[in-house]
């Protein structure tokens, strides 16, 4: 039956192509633009880690200035923390992993032919790559006991690798960054999390750093950090060791905690070191020590703009028109081959196969739509990212990889098709099945 029934919507698409193809179209346009602005959002709201979402925790605490919060749009601590609050919250035993980290400049002196040029570096310590299930295609991390003393070790990018030693294995090879000799001991395969969610500061959809090294180099080599630190009250700030004492925040700490009872733990050493310092006349503003899983870490520093949100609603809104549209022009068709359903109607049908064959009508509809839709999709995406290169703002990793045609946006068209493209047809198809068959059968 439903192989006859499909017949019967072929045939109908034939007697009427004009009205079929305006509806294909408006529910491609419809889709498309859905699938577009679904996959941006999609990508720039996700969680790059979300299947560690209860075990990664974002440390902060209130230092500032008891006057005025950090921030005049929250009462959020500040997103940073200062170098000697670090040290002491990182000799707690209680997280599984704990990370201390910041991004400085480094330059990496030429290798053969290739010239020397900037790098992006992050300073961190070593279960960095652990914590965050950081991919490699050469070697590994360094253990932590190369943070303190620091050993001249370093982790290349792939791409860093690619361009110095042309994607071979280079571990064990030694290069010069800040004009300090290190050596190789891994190299990362590809890993680009969109959002940057372990680094908001220097841009949220920038592609990770070109190289990491212990983070011990940092006070040995004076490394400042180049994305963002702030200070709220006048200090002597003379020597780096003079910063590293101060009440700036510029470092960026993680912990990994498996459990309630870890996280409980850990918040418990919080406080209590928030209370020693409190009493010793820092940290007087009110108690905000804080713990915070990757999902409200993107929440709270406000990844996803409402602009994007408003957008969905638009898209969707221009949808439903789409829909409206499409309704009247179904019932229009619909109407116009009544004669035909009246005299199957005659000849036996019942008023709920009437029903189920435009019912199926506009499902094959649907399933056009949806295929047209996905065909723009990709077109306008294509034209994103294209828009992207032109304008000198294509790099691996960046904007322009939100701007794909992925699975996701497969699953959204075909959905939106099938679910919005059949309930906009139940009312055209309800409504052909209630005429009386009388009307149309004088007319034969």
Partial sequence: MLGYYVRLALKSFGRNPGITTLMVLAIALGIAVCVMTLTVYHAMS????????DRLYAVTMDNWDPKQAYSKKSTLPPP??????????????VPVRKVMMYATDGVISGVGTVPSERAQTRVTTADFFAMFEVPFLYGNGWGAAADSPAQPVIVLSRDENE????GANSVGRTLRWNDHEFRIVGVLDDWYPRPRYYDLNGG?????????IPYGWGAELELLNNEETDCWKPEKLDTFKDFMASDCVWIQMWVELPSRSSRERMQSFMDGYW?????????????????TNVGNWLRDNKVVDTDNRVLVGLAFAFLAVCLINTVGLLLAKFLNGAPI??????????????????????????????????????????????????????HRGGYQELMHFDVTGV????????????????YPAWRIGRLPPALYLKSQ
Avoid: C
Wanted: hydrophobic letters at 50%; charged letters at 20%; a positive charge.
């Fill in 46 to 53: 996700g969680n790059p880690i979300w299947w560690k979402n």
């Fill in 80 to 93: 940073e923390m200062t170098y000697k609050d670090t040290q002491v919250l990182f000799r707690s035993d």
């Fill in 163 to 166: 361009k110095l030693f042309g």
């Fill in 204 to 212: 949220q959809f920038n592609p990770p750093e070109k190289a990491f």
């Fill in 275 to 291: 209370a020693e310092q409190h009493r010793a006349g820092r940290f007087q503003r009110p108690r905000d020590n804080r713990l």
């Fill in 341 to 394: 359903s009246g005299v199957r109607r005659a000849l036996g049908a019942s008023r709920r196969q009437i029903f189920t064959q435009h019912l199926i009508e506009v499902g094959a509809l649907s399933v056009l739509g949806a295929l047209l839709g996905m065909g723009l999709a990709a077109l306008g995406l294509a034209a994103v990212r294209h828009l992207y290169a032109s304008a000198h703002l294509y």
């Fill in 411 to 426: 699953i959204w068209a075909v959905v939106l098709a099938l679910a919005a493209t059949l309930a906009a047809g139940l």
